[in-house]
């Protein structure tokens, strides 16, 4: 099966960038799609934004206009590019596929002055 490492996560500003990296262990390009979430401290996981296999692209309405998903095949690597982080974006970010695979570990993204 394969396994998902979510890296890139840290401490910014509000105003601030960050770009999360989903690595896969293996080829991602068989799923139906890929997919970021996050989930704030005792709630349930949310969908951010989601890439098809064809590379269409959706994100949620609260991340819109700040949030991009991208996907490199060759790398089995999903990315998502954060810019404008508010502090309501503080959450832990986690990626999978669809169909969903065994989560990983997340990362830890904290907007903050």
């Known amino acids: 099966q394969v396994q998902l490492e979510e890296s890139g996560g840290g401490l910014v500003q509000p105003g601030g960038s960050l770009r999360l990296s989903c690595a896969a262990s293996?080829?991602?390009?068989?799923?139906?799609?890929m997919n970021w979430y996050r989930q704030f401290p005792g709630k349930q996981r949310e969908l951010v934004a989601v890439?098809?296999?064809?590379?269409?692209?959706h994100v949620a309405d609260s991340v819109k206009g700040r949030f991009t998903i991208s996907r490199d095949n060759a790398k089995n690597t999903v990315y998502l590019q954060m810019n404008s982080l508010k502090p309501e974006d503080t959450a832990v970010y986690y990626c999978?596929?669809?169909?969903?695979?065994?989560w990983g570990q997340g990362t830890q993204v904290t907007v903050s002055s």
């Open positions: 999978n596929t669809l169909p969903s695979v065994s």
């Open positions: 293996g080829s991602i390009f068989s799923f139906h799609a």
């Open positions: 890439i098809g296999r064809g590379g269409s692209t």
